[in-house]
């Protein structure tokens, strides 16, 4: 800053000066040209004076001297109009000069800021010039969002019954449910897992032979795994209100021809239980060997062993909760807004019209905010900048900046915005002990053994909350449950990235007998610094 005002001064000192010897040489070149036309009067009026003088010569001396006269007069007539052209060259080429330097003064940087600080007073901000790049790249409508083009080899269940929610009397005409399998029903029907997906996942977890593209949740699911497809039949369904498969507001309503949009009725975490617990009756599963959820996941299979406990052997919840919190509340509640302020979200109704691509990247940016943890971040990035080189402007200047714009820019059109809409409102309203007179008394409802999972990095759903949960779970009379507290750097995001720790933690559960009965186990698993790379599932 002190640097730039000293600049500054200089400048303007420089600019002082030049105009000032400007100032000098005008004047000087006025005063010459005065003196020019003094002297060209002179030298006309003593030519002048001249030749009247020689002509009175001439007419006194005869008419041989008028003919030499004659010859005089002209030679100085000639003789005077040569020095008048000389002197009027000289003047000209002199005004040409100076209305050169002066024009180069004048157009100098230096005359700007003399100039500018003749307007406004010193210290005066007058703001930086920029053409903001950055917005240049963020468009209001994109391509075609790529969840419209996505073939998962999925398959669909439908009901052609009537399909009735919680809320507002909502009734869908029919229900369509995406999922995908993995693994064998054995003849008892009795190895069936339920794997239960976030907020913005689809029923592809693993890759399989109709897709090869890699699950998300890909280390985690397959022979050998966490959850083993070698011993368990694996289940994975889309939620009610997504939109890869399953009916939401991106489906079509076959009454009016025309998507849902916001017409869709609002959907809770017990209608989209309900609408996978039709599903197991379609594939003809009785009674779930677990059901392994995270995030919205997590309050699935919460829900699931409380509204169907005799249809639930064990559950598993990840980084999860049992009632949402008001930070948890607030943090969709932005997400929501950025895309509802999106012109382009047309109160939901955008189908084949401009799509409301910078509300949705927004909308991202701030997930991610609460999907990972600052002790990453500093690992990961610190202070680093995009570009030393580059000048500070008020587009992204750090790493950080760059991975928040490239996290919102790669989901905003893999993603409904509406399902964004409609499952976060379903978290918010998720509160497991409504109707009843306590938390504990709706835990009560659950008869399986429980194991819950939380990570101290967790922005999203704190720790607290888990720890809260297990408690609860114990409160309310249940004696198998089983508490994981894990370490990790990488936030909410642990349930994707942590194989050692929620893998292991995952595969113990599922296939260890119960035996600590009326014990909360605390396992306080040490800080991954590096996770393992490898695609290969058996956990030593």
Same mark, same amino acid.
């Given at each position: ?19 000032? +010897? ?88 230096? =005359? ?33 969002? =790529? ?24 009734? $869908? ?46 280390? &985690? ?18 939620? $009610? ?35 996978? &617990? ?74 084949? +019209? ?26 990961? &990035? ?21 991975? +928040? ?15 964004? $809409? ?47 949960? =297990?408690? =609860? ?22 349930? $994707? ?44």
């Amino acid at each position: 800053m002190c640097c730039s005002v000293s600049c500054l001064h200089c400048c303007v000192l420089v600019a002082v000066v030049v105009v000032v +010897l400007l100032v000098v040489v005008v004047t000087v070149v006025m005063v010459e040209v005065v003196v020019v036309i003094i002297v060209v009067v002179v030298i006309v009026v003593a030519e002048n004076g001249r030749s009247i003088s020689g002509s009175s010569r001439g007419r006194r001396n005869g008419n041989s001297i008028i003919g030499s006269s004659s010859s005089c007069s002209g030679s100085t007539s000639s003789s005077t109009s040569s020095r008048v052209v000389v002197v009027v060259v000289v003047v000209v080429v002199e005004e040409i000069v100076v209305v050169i330097v002066a024009h180069i003064v004048v157009e100098s940087p230096a =005359a700007d800021v003399f100039q500018q600080e003749l307007k406004e007073p010193q210290g005066t901000f007058r703001g930086l010039e920029t053409d903001f790049p950055c917005l240049a790249r963020v468009k209001d409508s994109g391509p075609e969002p =790529a969840y419209q083009n996505v073939t998962t080899g999925y398959k669909t269940f439908r009901s052609d019954k009537p399909f009735r929610l919680k809320l507002n009397n909502g009734v $869908l005409p029919q229900l369509d449910v995406a999922y995908e399998t993995w693994g064998e029903l054995n003849k008892e029907g009795s190895n069936a897992i339920i794997v239960l997906a976030g907020m913005s996942a689809s029923s592809h977890a693993r890759s399989s032979v109709d897709n090869m593209r890699p699950g998300w949740w890909e280390r &985690f699911v397959g022979p050998g795994c966490a959850v083993d497809t070698n011993k368990f039949f694996v289940i994975c369904p889309n939620s $009610l209100g997504g939109c890869y498969g399953t009916s939401g507001p991106s489906s079509i309503n076959e009454l009016t021809g025309k998507p849902y949009g916001t017409t869709f009725p609002i959907v809770t975490v017990e209608d989209i239980t309900n609408s996978m &617990f039709q599903l197991l009756d379609h594939l003809g599963i009785e009674k779930l060997y677990g059901a392994v959820g995270s995030s919205l996941g997590g309050m699935l299979s919460l829900q699931s062993a409380a509204s169907f406990p005799d249809r639930v052997g064990r559950l598993i919840s990840i980084s999860s909760c049992a009632q949402s919190h008001p930070s948890s509340i607030a943090m969709r509640y932005l997400q929501r807004k950025c895309i509802m302020v999106d012109p382009n979200w047309n109160k939901g109704h955008y189908y084949n +019209l401009a799509y409301p691509k910078v509300g949705m990247k927004l909308a991202r940016e701030i997930a991610t905010l609460t999907y990972r943890s600052g002790p990453e971040w500093g690992m990961r &990035f610190g202070r680093g900048r995009i570009n030393d080189e580059e000048s500070v402007s008020l587009c992204p200047t750090f790493l950080i900046e760059s991975y +928040l714009e490239h996290q919102g820019e790669s989901f905003s059109t893999i993603y409904d915005p509406n399902s964004l $809409l409609y499952l976060s409102k379903a978290m918010d309203m998720y509160d497991i002990g409504e109707g009843f007179d306590s938390l504990e008394d709706g835990l009560s409802r659950i008869k399986c053994p429980v194991m819950v999972v939380g990570v101290q990095t967790d922005v999203l759903f704190p720790i607290w909350q888990q720890r809260e949960l =297990a408690k =609860a779970l114990q409160d309310s009379g249940n004696n198998q449950v089983t508490f994981y507290e894990l370490n990790s750097i990488y936030g909410h995001d642990t349930f $994707l990235l942590d194989l050692n720790g929620v893998g292991a933690a995952v595969k113990g559960f599922l296939e260890t007998e119960q035996r600590n009965v009326g014990i909360i186990s605390k396992h306080r698993l040490k800080q991954q610094q590096k996770q393992t790379q490898s695609t290969a599932c058996p956990l030593n």
